[in-house]
């Protein structure tokens, strides 16, 4: 596709409900990042994906919190039993992840999640 | 772990004011991204810096990162009105190789 999209764009859910989160990234993009990012704060990073590797999941806030990625490429972010703290626009990048530096991450528009 | 700091987290300028975003790392880093976020938006990449010493110009913009390889700056001459956002360096991670640490954040606004 053009860009990075995500779904649902806005999620209002109960506490203690299980949600899901899709990103599907730049086709042809092997790399994957999910991150949070509360009201006026920065980004907080969650997970990484590269490939077949095993992910990076050295960012995840606690057990509640998953994440997988099917075929490289579309991906989906679970929360279980989200609680109000877990309101924040969570937002999906991709990369082309071909060379030694950093490469240029490009992101979603997010989701934002409201806990209620 | 790594830290990425800056300040100030918010500016407010007169449009047609300069206005200058320093990030500041506990470490050294191999490169630095910078990125803008618009208010309702998602963070888009401005550039990214490698080198020691480097500058970087894109039209107002100018991007330098230390000599030092620990600090950056981006300076906006002559702020318009399109300036306003939030202003982002990045650089990676102290794990995966490709993970990037986001600075804080610095808010942008211009008054007319």
């Known amino acids: 596709g053009a860009g990075v999209s995500q779904s649902p764009s806005n999620k209002v859910t109960e506490k203690g409900k299980d949600v899901e989160l899709r990103c599907d990234p730049i086709?042809?993009?092997?790399?994957l990042y999910w991150y949070r990012q509360s009201l006026g704060q920065g980004l907080e990073f969650l997970i990484y994906?590269?490939?077949?590797?095993?992910?990076?999941k050295s960012g995840l806030p606690s057990d509640r919190f998953s994440a997988e990625r099917t075929g490289g490429s579309v991906s989906t972010l679970t929360i279980q039993r989200t609680q109000q703290e877990d309101s924040a626009v969570y937002l999906c990048?991709?990369?082309?992840?071909?060379?030694?530096?950093?490469?240029?991450?490009?992101f979603g528009p997010g989701t934002r999640l409201t806990v209620l | 772990g790594q830290q990425v700091m800056q300040i100030p987290q918010y500016q407010h300028v007169q449009e047609g004011e300069d206005f200058t975003t320093y990030c500041n790392s506990s470490?050294?880093?191999?490169?630095i991204q910078w990125y803008k976020q618009r208010p309702g938006g998602h963070p888009v990449f401005l550039i990214q810096l490698v080198k020691s010493g480097e500058v970087k110009k894109q039209k107002r913009l100018t991007f330098q990162f230390g000599e030092a390889k620990k600090n950056s700056s981006l300076h906006i001459t002559a702020t318009q009105t399109t300036d306003v956002g939030t202003y982002f360096c990045?650089?990676?991670?102290?794990?995966?190789?490709?993970?990037?640490?986001f600075g804080s954040g610095t808010q942008l606004t211009v008054l007319p």
């Open positions: 086709s042809g993009h092997t790399a």
């Open positions: 994906f590269q490939g077949n590797s095993a992910p990076d």
């Open positions: 990048a991709s990369s082309q992840d071909v060379g030694w530096s950093t490469d240029t991450q490009y």
């Open positions: 470490t050294t880093l191999s490169n």
């Open positions: 990045a650089g990676p991670g102290s794990g995966s190789a490709r993970q990037l640490t």
